[in-house]
């Protein structure tokens, strides 16, 4: 109802972080290319096996002077995975406590997402580029729903044979062969490549690798090191291709780990593989591994940097719209523009516990960031504590009323035409 509405719309408002000056539209009128990399966990930046580096293309682009990375960047998804992501970053709300919004409202809720917004007050033409069948998450239905303009989904793509495994089309072809479709787009675009490669079990043909992993006796952890320096191979040739076509310098490159890959019950596997004490390995070190990397990487900037500011995906949306030059005032956004200095640090993960520049909550229990341990609590300690839980917990029951509710039906920001899902028809006509 509209009283719920204004319950979100009070929070949603008052917590509005204003953009700032020094950022606010550097990448104003550029084409935007999200690369969603599929299970990649912060820990890969910089890693090396065997002496080499995994990711060796990914750290150069992390550490560019036209990069803003974020070391201090945490997935929050839920059941819904890859699916939850992809909401966070089109909506800035979160995904649902049970199951995946995509899945379970995704085909009748109303969105005011980026594909719908960027379309309205900037003309930029979206498409969506995946190698897996497009119904895969509901995402037929869910993009229609947000205003994505095409998807190219694996019936456009020849993914007979060796050409994909597991989850679809292998991602270096996957890149190689949406570029017919890409350079027909009218500019400037959104975009956004979903990989598929590095999911679990992270199998992969011989002939696609000859990285040397490691010998850990877990095949998941041995494997997952190949299929990210795969990852990174893929990367790097549609780079090669951008600069080569003169499409990088007109866009901003956005790329971001979804979720992990090595789960908990196999991360003191990991331990040994990274250097790590496995038999001093608990829960916070779980946490911790929880960051996944962001990337903007904007070509021709020569002030970038690595920051250590802590956000998570549901800042991205309005981090985005800021450097474009569009104000994010009049949506609803639960995240914060990480550039703002009234951005919030508190990371809400889907289960209510939290991380913040200071504090790692699990359960209920508050561990130190600095050193790794239960903290007995100063009173001003746990006064700030108490704002950051009550915090998270108003946020996350915001989310799910606006999202359970159908909400944003009754919410018309100005200037907001709602979206018709039948304009929009995804079938491949050519093939
Ligand atoms: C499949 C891919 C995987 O299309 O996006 O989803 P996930 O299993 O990571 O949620
Ligand atoms: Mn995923």
New binding site residues.
């Given amino acids: 109802t509209k009283s719920e509405l204004n319950d979100v719309l009070k929070f949603t408002n008052g917590h509005y972080a204003k953009p700032n000056k020094k950022y606010y539209g550097i990448a104003k009128g550029k084409n935007v290319i999200i690369i969603h990399l599929?299970?990649f966990q912060q820990f890969l930046i910089g890693q090396k096996i065997n002496g080499q580096e995994v990711t060796p293309f990914l750290n150069k682009l992390y550490r560019s002077k036209s990069s803003y990375a974020f070391k201090n960047f945490f997935h929050q998804v839920g059941q819904?995975?890859?699916?939850d992501a992809e909401n966070m970053l089109e909506t800035s709300t979160y995904g649902l406590p049970q199951g995946s919004l995509f899945a379970q409202l995704g085909s009748d809720n109303t969105f005011q997402a980026a594909p719908a917004i960027l379309k309205q007050r900037r003309d930029y033409t979206s498409a969506v580029f995946?190698g897996?069948i497009a119904s895969?998450?509901n995402r037929n239905n869910v993009y229609k729903n947000m205003g994505y303009q095409y998807f190219f989904d694996a019936s456009y793509y020849d993914t007979s044979g060796d050409r994909s495994l597991g989850?679809?089309l292998k991602d270096k072809l996957l890149f190689r062969d949406s570029v017919k479709y890409l350079q027909n787009l009218q500019q400037p675009f959104y975009v956004k490549y979903?990989t598929?490669t590095n999911?679990?079990p992270f199998d992969l043909d011989k002939e696609d690798t000859n990285f040397k992993t490691t010998d850990t006796q877990d095949e998941v952890v041995d494997n997952y090191f190949l299929t990210a320096h795969y990852l990174d191979q893929s990367v790097h040739e549609f780079y090669n291709y951008l600069r080569k076509t003169g499409l990088l310098k007109k866009s901003v490159i956005v790329l971001y780990g979804?979720?992990y890959g090595i789960s908990d019950s196999e991360n003191k596997n990991l331990a040994k593989a990274i250097h790590r004490d496995p038999d001093d390995w608990d829960d916070f070190d779980n946490a911790q591994l929880q960051r996944v990397p962001f990337i903007i990487n904007i070509p021709g900037r020569k002030d970038g940097y690595v920051s250590s500011k802590y956000a998570g995906e549901i800042d991205v949306l309005p981090t985005l719209m800021h450097l474009l030059g569009i104000s994010t005032k009049r949506y609803v956004q639960f995240g914060t523009d990480i550039f703002s200095n009234q951005h919030d640090q508190v990371v809400a993960f889907r289960n209510q516990d939290w991380v913040s520049p200071t504090f790692t909550s699990i359960s209920g229990d508050i561990y130190s960031n600095r050193t790794g341990q239960l903290m007995k609590l100063s009173k001003r300690q746990q006064a700030q504590v108490k704002v950051n839980k009550k915090r998270v917990q108003t946020e996350l029951s915001l989310s799910d009323s606006l999202n359970e509710k159908n909400l944003l039906r009754f919410y018309h920001p100005k200037g907001f035409e709602s979206i018709d899902p039948r304009k929009y028809n995804y079938a491949n006509e050519y093939q």
């Fill in positions: 599929e299970s819904g995975k890859t699916s995946h897996n895969f998450w989850y679809g979903l598929v999911h679990f979804d979720h």
